[in-house]
């Protein structure tokens, strides 16, 4: 079945740093990738999403780009703000599974000033 | 994008009760509601999918005569946790999609059960 892994947090950081999290998936067909945030006290927000193989997904100054090859979706934010303490979730969805969102563990960043 | 609700947000009950969750979406017509179980630093497990007028459909190893689900508006799905148990104990987190087969999702903010 499809799966979604992502690293374990916290993953703690200072203000400014560059912030990775990795996730890797495995799923029958041609998943569509997403990563939604949680912060605290509030629901998950969709924060990027990619469809296809080799697609960037951009918002808020995080990136991520699917790539097939690695099953992976990495996320990457070049300077981080306390702000984005928060949880991360990667997560997939399969035409096979209809509109259902597989996810990974989540991840929780914390970000000191 | 959508606005959900759920309420309440956190509630305690002995073991052998019945607890509701209500779900709502404020500002979308949703045919289309999901519920969702979060253990602690745990992913989120799909449940069940609640359709409008329609029997839920639930995932496999799902209870469905302890998970109640009913989805009796376009803009309100409840979720009914029968003689809840200690291992019922969880976070619990609806979203809606407000039409078609691959609108995104929105996401409540959770109802945490507490067990005793």
């Known amino acids: 079945g499809d799966s979604v892994t992502q690293m374990e947090g916290p993953v703690t950081l200072s203000e400014e740093a560059f912030l990775t999290i990795n996730c890797t998936y495995t799923?029958?067909?041609?998943?569509?990738l997403f990563w939604y945030v949680q912060y605290p006290g509030e629901g998950l927000q969709l924060l990027l999403k990619?469809?296809?193989?080799?697609d960037k997904g951009s918002n808020k100054g995080f990136e991520a780009t699917y790539r097939k090859e690695t099953t992976s979706f990495h996320l990457e934010k070049g300077s981080v703000q306390v702000s984005d303490s928060a949880v991360y979730f990667c997560?997939?969805?399969?035409?096979?599974?209809?509109?259902?969102?597989?996810f990974g563990g989540g991840t929780r960043v914390l970000v000191k000033p | 994008g959508a606005v959900v609700s759920q309420h309440p947000s956190r509630v305690i009950c002995k073991s052998g009760t019945s607890v509701k969750i209500e779900c709502r979406s404020l500002?979308?017509?949703?045919?289309?509601m999901f519920w969702y179980r979060q253990f602690p630093k745990q992913s989120l497990m799909l449940m069940a999918t609640?359709?409008?007028?329609?029997?839920?459909?639930?995932e496999q190893g799902v209870e469905k005569d302890k998970f109640l689900i009913n989805h009796a508006s376009l803009t309100l799905s409840t979720l009914t946790v029968t003689s809840a148990h200690p291992e019922d104990s969880s976070f619990y987190i609806c979203?809606?999609?407000?039409?078609?087969?691959?609108?995104?999702?929105?996401f409540g903010p959770g109802t945490r059960l507490t067990v005793l």
């Open positions: 979203s809606v999609q407000p039409g078609g087969l691959y609108n995104e999702q929105f």
């Open positions: 799923a029958t067909g041609y998943p569509s």
């Open positions: 990619a469809t296809k193989a080799d």
């Open positions: 997560a997939l969805r399969t035409g096979a599974a209809g509109n259902k969102l597989t």
């Open positions: 500002d979308f017509q949703a045919t289309t």
């Open positions: 609640s359709n409008e007028g329609s029997k839920a459909t639930y």
